[in-house]
T-cell receptor
Framework: AQSVAQPEDQVNVAEGNPLTVKCTYS??????LFWYVQYPNRGLQFLLKYITGDNLVKGSYGFEAEFNKSQTSFHLKKPSALVSDSALYFCAVRANYGGATNKLIFGTGTLLAVQP | DTGVSQNPRHKITKRGQNVTFRCDPISEHNRLYWYRQTLGQGPEFLTYFQNEAQLEKSRLLSDRFSAERPKGSFSTLEIQRTEQGDSAMYLC?????????????FGEGSRLTVL
């Protein structure tokens, strides 16, 4: 069965400092991996994805994520946090093999709070 | 606005009543998804359409739930005989035709409160 774990309910970081939001996954076959962000009273927005290729993927708003197959992780990172990055972040996984389901499995989310 | 549109945004109903939500996907997106999100949880998959065909349905979707996409454009999600446990945010998402890489475009959701 596919699953995603986000071990931290909340991450606190000072503005200007680097941030990491953790995600580990379990899936049969090679995964498609995603990060989505949810701002208050807004819909989920796509940030970035890993399908294949370079393990470091870059996305919107200066975010990046590193795919680590041996550790089954896909941590979200940003070199310098902004107060406006404060939001709820979701990691998601989808299996990638013939006959795989189209659905995304989401983690429970991590609230990122960036203090000025 | 050319994003995914969901209506109504908020619905308060009494237990036992029926409710229907509508989703208008991004124009020409042939894939449409319904998810449900409760407080403190990530979105949970409910069902998936490709054009008008409902290709996948979660076990979460009890027989009180039904979804349709009759012309392959907008979709409706109906919940019959609502229960308090149905209170949640119902999210619709769409994605374009072509190679399916899983990137979804979400609407702002329809919040259901069952009293």
């Amino acid at each position: 069965a596919q699953s995603v774990a986000q071990p931290e309910d909340q991450v606190n970081v000072a503005e200007g400092n680097p941030l990491t939001v953790k995600c580990t996954y379990s899936v049969s076959g090679n995964p498609y991996l995603f990060w989505y962000v949810q701002y208050p009273n807004r819909g989920l927005q796509f940030l970035l994805k890993y399908i294949t290729g370079d393990n470091l993927v870059k996305g919107s708003y200066g975010f990046e994520a590193e795919f680590n197959k041996s550790q089954t992780s896909f941590h979200l990172k940003k070199p310098s946090a902004l107060v406006s990055d404060s939001a709820l972040y979701f990691c998601a996984v989808r299996a990638n093999y013939g006959g795989a389901t189209n659905k995304l499995i989401f983690g429970t989310g991590t609230l990122l709070a960036v203090q000025p | 606005d050319t994003g995914v549109s969901q209506n109504p945004r908020h619905k308060i109903t009494k237990r036992g009543q029926n409710v229907t939500f509508r989703c208008d996907p991004i124009s020409e997106h042939n894939r449409l998804y319904w998810y449900r999100q409760t407080l403190g949880q990530g979105p949970e998959f409910l069902t998936y359409f490709q054009n008008e065909a409902q290709l996948e349905k979660s076990r979460l979707l009890s027989d009180r739930f039904s979804a349709e996409r009759p012309k392959g454009s907008f979709s409706t999600l109906e919940i019959q005989r609502t229960e308090q446990g149905d209170s949640a945010m119902y999210l619709c998402a769409s994605s374009p035709a072509g190679p399916d890489t899983g990137e979804l475009f979400f609407g702002e959701g329809s919040r259901l409160t069952v009293l």
